[in-house]
């Protein structure tokens, strides 16, 4: 091996490689097209200091290594945008029948890119987020039986149409909130669904901002 070269340098690499394999400098020079006396003054003397990228590559397949054992700088994955945990609750919200839940916080979360939340809410953070489940089919065409919604408990003050999960004599409900008048009517979007009994008295949870659907 080249004296004062430290083992794992692209020089000492190269000299080992051709040691090993039987090669000598000379036919590896005209492999890649140069002199035959460039790549032993590449080993002894560091001249060039650097392989090419062309002569580089060639010699990397010719011995099947990799080319950075040949001094090729190893290739930095992106770095992957951090994912917020939002807590999934043992509960479901009906899109049917009321279902009564206790909001039990389960073991599993899911991971959202504070990111996407921003643009969802327009601030980041899981502060008032949860993830339940949708029972019934009343909500048939925009939300399903088995579907999970983003739930905002932070934004229920400021109604505006949209989807809402509401606690209507204490049974959760997934519904849609349209304005009328200077008020909201509760309405389901499947044509077919009995109209909501609000009797009881209707608590606004939060506003769905997401759902995801198993396909």
Known sequence: MVEDVPPDDPRAVLDRLI?????DCASLSRLIGRNPAYVQQFIRRGSPRRLAEPDRARLARYFGVPETWLGAQARQMPDRPALLTVPVLDTAASAGPGAFGDDRRSAAGLG???????????HGGTDGLSVIGVR???MVPTLADGDEILVDETDRERLRDGIYVLRVDGALMVKRLVREGDGFAVRSDNPRADPVDLAGGVDV?????WAGRRL
């Not at 040691?19 to 090669?23: D, L, S, Y």
């Not at 504070?114 to 809410?121: A, K, M, N, V």
């Open 19 to 23: 040691r090993e394999r039987g090669e």
């Open 112 to 122: 959202f890119s504070e990111g996407w939340l921003r643009r969802l809410r327009r």
């Open 136 to 138: 019934g089919d009343s």
């Open 205 to 209: 949870v939060g506003r769905v901002l």
